[in-house]
């Protein structure tokens, strides 16, 4: 069954919409929601995602990753991030995968994702992966997230339709190789592609603020980072942030 392409002039989150199908209605895998505005964008740790009506790309994508034990989500993850990172390689330099899954261009936030698994047992049922790509906005009203978008790097306007098509191509043979194991070969360019990959930077968890290097990162996607006085630490997602 081919999936299905549902464009909304608006919505409160493409997320929200995704799930409120799944069960309801036929969803074939890879079908998508796609937006011109959200009224109730989510971000995570519960921040809400800005983004000025029709300028940029905010869009979700279903997959059922059923071949997937809970414990190996986290190559949902990654597939998606090196997909975007792949694509806007095309347009400028500098675009890194800052863990989990944030895209950077140097040091803002070019790209944030959003991906809500639902499980049967042990294993994954279905993946939703929402993402924002900042395109052509010109001005944010807030710098929390530190946010950049690829006209404000060129100063060219994109076609957005381009931008999703080669997305969902990467993502579609990034998932290919899921299928056909091909693990190992994921997980060395998500390495390759780091944000701050090699070398000692600030990051700060509850107890504050240090200096580390990425040591490793987990199939369960648990940061390893070894700190300046050789102490190593292990962090799930939201434990700790890199210090801009
Ligand atoms: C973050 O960096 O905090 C994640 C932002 C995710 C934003 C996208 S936009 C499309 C999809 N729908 C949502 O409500 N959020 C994601």
Redesign the pocket.
């Known amino acids: 069954e081919q999936p299905r392409i549902i464009r909304l002039e608006e919505t409160t989150?493409?997320?929200?919409y995704l799930r409120g199908l799944v069960g309801k209605e036929s969803l074939p895998e890879g079908s998508i929601v796609v937006t011109e505005y959200?009224t109730a964008?989510?971000?995570?740790v519960g921040?809400t995602?800005e983004s000025e009506p029709g300028k940029n790309l905010?869009?979700?994508v279903i997959l059922y990753p059923d071949f997937l034990p809970a414990n190996r989500q986290f190559l949902i993850s990654q597939i998606a991030a090196l997909s975007v990172k792949e694509t806007l390689d095309a347009y400028v330099d500098g675009i890194t995968v800052k863990w989990p899954n944030?895209i950077y261009w140097h040091d803002q936030k070019i790209c944030?994702?959003?991906i809500e698994n639902d499980l049967t047992g042990h294993s994954l049922y279905c993946s939703v992966i929402?993402?924002?790509i900042n395109i052509n906005q010109r001005e944010f009203l807030s710098d929390a997230?530190n946010p950049v978008s690829l006209v404000q790097i060129t100063g060219r306007e994109y076609d957005r339709e381009e931008i999703l098509n080669s997305f969902l191509k990467r993502l579609y043979d990034r998932y290919l190789g899921l299928l056909q194991e091909k693990e190992e070969e994921i997980r060395s360019a998500y390495m390759a592609a780091l944000y701050r990959g090699n070398g000692f930077h600030p990051y700060q968890d509850e107890q504050g603020v240090f200096q580390a290097c990425i040591q490793g990162i987990e199939p369960t996607g648990h940061l390893i980072l070894k700190t300046d006085n050789g102490e190593v630490r292990r962090y799930a997602f939201k434990e700790v942030s890199v210090v801009n």
């Open positions: 989150s493409t997320n929200n959200q964008g989510r971000g995570q921040n995602w905010m869009f979700s944030d944030g994702m959003l929402g993402i924002g997230l």
